[in-house]
């Protein structure tokens, strides 16, 4: 158990020290607004990367099964192209580019805060405890940075599907939510989103682990590979999508222009899905999200190394 502690404390995200960052070992001499901006630029070049994926998955969830404007994942970014361009698969892209330097801080913060509080006398943590301040970290994330941001991006996703022109663009969208609904307009399908976002960090911290020891065999020279840590951490991004698509896609339908007069709460939302849709319609989207996460999560564990190699600063 001693060793599992030392191995796994360096196998998720270079954050701190004593707790190790997905494996990506961070340089002695960084402080703390060094790794923010290497963990902000991170997260900028994987989300401009992965987002026409994200725009395709949350175009498939907000479609009517009974009357479906895309037959899948290839059809929609397609569709988009011909009408749109290129460009409109970045349609409410910038919310969610520019907020994942705050999601990334969000989700450490509450992961190292509540880690070392679960701590024993000799540092170590077990994996439930390891778990559960994932999904401590996925709430703190969800609060302050992945709701509204999301919410944002479903909006103006929302307004071009259904072709209202309600929105010039994302800055657009945030002074007319909060004109028109107030701050809690950008909090609609909080309680989905964190369970979702709980639950994925609970999920990624250990099965990252495991899947590292098994493509490294336990080798600790391999620990801060870049090859390494991307392919277990996109494994472990894989797995946490199929885990919580049914949150997610609640989340949307939350998050959606017409949520409000729709849906009384998130347990009705879901509820309604069920009776109209059916159980499958929970997993809507799914292909699409899977490769972006994977995509995201496996950038993430590769790119990190790389800025520490260019990027270093003791504070």
Not at 8 to 28: D, E, H
Not at 160 to 185: L, N, Q
């Amino acid at each position: 158990l001693v060793q599992e502690g030392r191995l796994f404390r360096s196998c998720y995200f270079a954050v701190s020290p004593p707790l190790g960052t997905m494996g990506l070992k961070k340089n002695a001499n960084d402080g703390p607004i060094c790794t923010f901006v290497k963990g902000g630029l991170t997260g900028f070049i994987e989300a401009i990367i992965c987002y026409p994926t994200e725009f395709v998955k949350t175009q498939l969830q907000l479609q009517s099964k009974t009357n479906p404007e895309y037959t899948g994942m290839m059809d929609c970014a397609k569709k988009t192209v011909a009408k749109h361009g290129p460009t409109g698969l970045y349609r409410g892209a910038l919310p969610l580019i520019l907020g994942s330097s705050g999601k990334q801080a969000a989700r450490w913060t509450g992961y190292e805060t509540m880690a070392n509080a679960l701590k024993d006398d000799q540092g170590k943590l077990t994996i439930p405890k390891r778990m559960f301040a994932g999904a401590c970290g996925g709430v703190s994330e969800a609060i302050l940075a992945v709701t509204p941001i999301e919410t944002l991006k479903t909006r103006v996703t929302d307004d071009m599907r259904r072709g209202t022109g309600k929105y010039t663009g994302s800055f657009d969208a945030v002074m007319k939510i909060m004109k028109s609904e107030g701050p809690m307009g950008l909090y609609l399908g909080l309680v989905p989103t964190i369970a979702k976002q709980a639950t994925n960090q609970a999920v990624r911290f250990p099965v990252q682990f495991y899947a590292k020891q098994f493509l490294t065999g336990g080798d600790k020279s391999l620990e801060s590979s870049p090859i390494y840590n991307g392919i277990a951490g996109a494994f472990a991004g894989a797995v946490s999508v199929l885990c919580t698509m049914p949150q997610d896609t609640v989340k949307t339908r939350m998050q959606g222009e017409e949520a409000s007069k729709l849906y009384k709460g998130t347990v009705d939302c879901a509820m309604q899905i069920l009776k109209n849709d059916g159980v499958m319609f929970f997993y809507s989207g799914t292909w699409p999200r899977l490769i972006r996460v994977s995509l995201d999560v496996g950038i993430t564990f590769a790119i990190f190394p790389i800025m520490g190699k260019f990027i270093s600063f003791p504070y």
